[in-house]
């Protein structure tokens, strides 16, 4: 059923680690690329496939109606990864959340539904859950995002579902837990924590450092997404994580270790406004339809410590 598929957001890091992915399983289908090329969209994420002859790539923005419409000709599945995605930065300017993540995610559904798209994925988090002190959510859990950015991601979410119940677009949504891995942009905790270290800088760790988080590898999130396009139910939600929940200081002091470094390198710096104090999924749901993750975590921290050891080239100049 899946032949041409259109990636959206694909040079960032979890698109393009998805690009890659489905190019290597799948010979015979073709990937085009639509991306804005924000401050988080870097081609360097796709240089070795710029000359594949499967791979194909539009610059250009998902609340621009005519290249959506443009884009989707041919095409048949649609993976949606595009948003704008650092909470921090949510935090000083909602703007861009809500245009892209909402009102580009519209864009895209009115485009497929006109385009009769056969299977739409929309990517989304577990952050549009909201915290939680004990237990795991449940795709069936009520909605309390607390950021601009989960408040965005939630209304895609639901916009997402109204396309399924008014107009049976076939949207499938996924739920992801944090992801760490290649190709992340250096604002993000673990790379920027690597790279910082690396650069003989410190660490800063809100507050006392006792958020937990649930760890994904970026991998796994893109096996679990190409799963649910070849298993999943046209209309469901399914939560993707890993299991591997960590304060931040836990994952700051693994991170040291494997660098060499000790705690004088932390500091600790002033809570994130309304930064949420735990997220937790459970995913059983996704793990009854057959999907389960395949890298432990340590050797998957180690092997990403490692990649940004070893790629200075592709995030210096993101850092200047
Ligand atoms: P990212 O910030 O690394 O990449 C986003 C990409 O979208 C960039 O290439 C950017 O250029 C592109 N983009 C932004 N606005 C656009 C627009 N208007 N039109 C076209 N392209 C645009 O993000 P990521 O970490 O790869 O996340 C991808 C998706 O996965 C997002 O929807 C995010 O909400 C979701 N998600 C991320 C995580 C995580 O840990 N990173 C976890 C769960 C879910």
């Keep these: 059923m899946m032949k041409n598929v259109l990636v959206t957001g694909g040079c960032g890091f979890i698109g393009s680690n998805f690009i890659r992915h489905m190019l290597e399983k799948h010979p015979n289908i073709n990937i085009l690329n639509l991306d804005k090329l924000t401050y988080a969209g870097n081609p360097d994420n796709l240089r070795d496939l710029e000359d594949h002859p499967c791979y194909g790539f539009v610059r250009g923005d998902i609340c621009d109606a005519s290249i959506v419409n443009n884009v989707m000709k041919n095409v048949d599945t649609v993976v949606h990864f595009a948003a704008e995605s ?3 930065r949510s935090i000083l300017d909602g703007d861009a959340f809500v245009t892209t993540n909402v009102l580009g995610t519209h864009t895209l559904l009115k485009a497929a539904l006109e385009h009769k798209i056969k299977r739409f994925i929309h990517v989304s988090t577990d952050e549009v859950y909201g915290s939680i002190m004990q237990g795991s959510f449940k795709e069936t859990d009520i909605l309390e995002p607390s950021s601009p950015y989960s408040a965005s991601k939630a209304g895609s979410d639901l916009l997402a579902l109204a396309y399924h119940n008014t107009y049976k677009l076939p949207v499938i949504v996924t739920r992801c837990t944090n992801n760490y891995g290649p190709y992340q942009f250096p604002e993000k905790l673990i790379p920027l924590f690597v790279t910082n270290l690396m650069q003989g800088k410190r660490v800063p760790v ?3 450092g006792k958020n937990i988080r649930d760890w994904l590898y970026v991998l796994d999130h893109c ?5 649910i396009l070849q ?13 591997e929940e960590k304060t931040n200081l836990e994952i700051t002091r ?7 470094k000790d705690e ?3 500091e600790y710096v002033r809570d994130r406004p309304g930064h949420d104090f735990r997220y937790s999924l459970d995913i059983s749901k996704l793990k009854r339809l ?3 993750p395949s890298y432990r975590f340590e050797d998957a921290l180690e092997a990403t410590v490692k990649w940004y050891v070893d790629n200075r080239w592709w995030w210096e100049k993101l850092k200047r």
């Excluded at 096996?223 to 799963?227: G, N």
């Excluded at 298993?231 to 299991?243: A, C, K, R, S, V």
Aim: zero cysteines.
């Design 86 to 88: 650092h909470v921090d």
């Design 206 to 208: 809100y507050g006392t």
């Design 223 to 227: 096996s679990a997404i190409d799963f």
């Design 231 to 243: 298993n999943g139910t046209d209309g469901e939600i399914y939560n993707i994580g890993g299991g």
């Design 254 to 260: 693994m991170i040291l270790r494997l660098l060499e």
């Design 264 to 266: 004088s390198m932390i």
């Design 290 to 292: 057959g999907w389960s």
